[in-house]
Every structure is written in C-alpha cells, then in structure tokens.
C-alpha cells in the first residue's frame, strides 16, 4: 500500500515536471519566434538601424507586451509598401505628362502639338517673339518674357500687335 503510494505521488511530481518543462519549453520558443518576427517585421519596415535594434529589443526585454509596444510603435507602412506606392504615383504622373488628350474628343495629342490632328481644336499658341509653344491661359511667355510686366489684359492685346 505504502508503495502503491510513494510510486503515484511520484508519477504524479513528475507529469508536474514535464509539464513545467513543456511550458517554459513552449514559452522559450514563442518567446525567440516573436524576437524574430520583430526582426523580420522591423526590417521590411525602416532601415534605420537603431529603430530596428529598439524593436528586437523591446521583443527580446518584454516578451509579449514588449511586442504589443512594438505593434503601436512601428511603422505604419512597409518599404515595400511605400516603393509601390511611389511607383504608382511616378506612374500616374507619367500618365499625365505623356498622355495628354485633345479637350474636345479626346484624341491623344502630343505636347507639343498646336492643335488637335482629329478635331483641329486649338490646343497651344506659339510665342510671336521666341516660338516657344504656350498653353492657351498663360498671358506671358515663360521663356522669354513676352508680355510679362503689363497685367493680363494689356498683354494681351499686346500680343496681337507686331513686335
Ligand atoms: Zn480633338
Ligand atoms: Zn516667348
């Protein structure tokens, strides 16, 4: 009987071991996984060196709450991220630039097209005194400063007398 005893209050001292065991063996790895994630998570983020070592740090010190901090304090927005992005605008700018479209039919135009080849819309003027193309709305010439200096309307009829 006395046996009986001892054997399962050491069985029963031992599954409490391993199961201590198996928790801090559970909690180490989750604890060195986050430390990685951080590292990982960080890195595709900011290549500012100390900002990365803060968050592995703060992975490593704090093991779970010091990833929560992380989670509120990392960047919003991943390199990856942010490069599409720029791309995406140089993208849409390069759109604006090169696909330029006639205002009446929607032709496309070059830019230095002075009207529309599929509707004949005026599109640009030529500069009387350089020759530089102008958009229609601009009074003076930006390349050579004709009609500058006289307000918008005098420069206007200016630009129709001979120079
Ligand atoms: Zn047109
Ligand atoms: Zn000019």
Request: net charge positive; aromatic share 10%; charged share 20%.
């Amino acid at each position: 009987m006395g046996m009986m005893r001892l054997a399962l209050a050491s069985s029963t001292s031992s599954l409490i071991g391993y199961g201590i065991t198996f928790l801090v063996a559970y909690g180490v790895a989750l604890w060195i996984s986050s430390v990685i994630w951080a590292w990982r998570d960080i890195r595709s983020r900011t290549q500012d060196f100390i900002f990365q070592i803060f968050a592995v740090g703060l992975a490593v010190v704090f093991p779970g709450l010091g990833l929560l901090v992380y989670l509120v304090l990392r960047p919003r927005q991943t390199l990856a991220d942010l490069y599409e992005r720029q791309l995406e605008e140089e993208s849409l700018l390069a759109e604006m630039t090169e696909r330029q479209t006639c205002p009446t039919c929607h032709y496309r135009v070059e830019s230095d097209f002075q009207i529309c080849p599929s509707c004949s819309t005026k599109l640009r003027r030529s500069c009387p005194r350089c020759d530089h193309l102008l958009e229609l709305k601009w009074n003076a010439c930006p390349y050579c400063g004709y009609g500058a200096g006289e307000g918008g309307r005098s420069s206007a009829r200016s630009s129709s007398r001979p120079v």
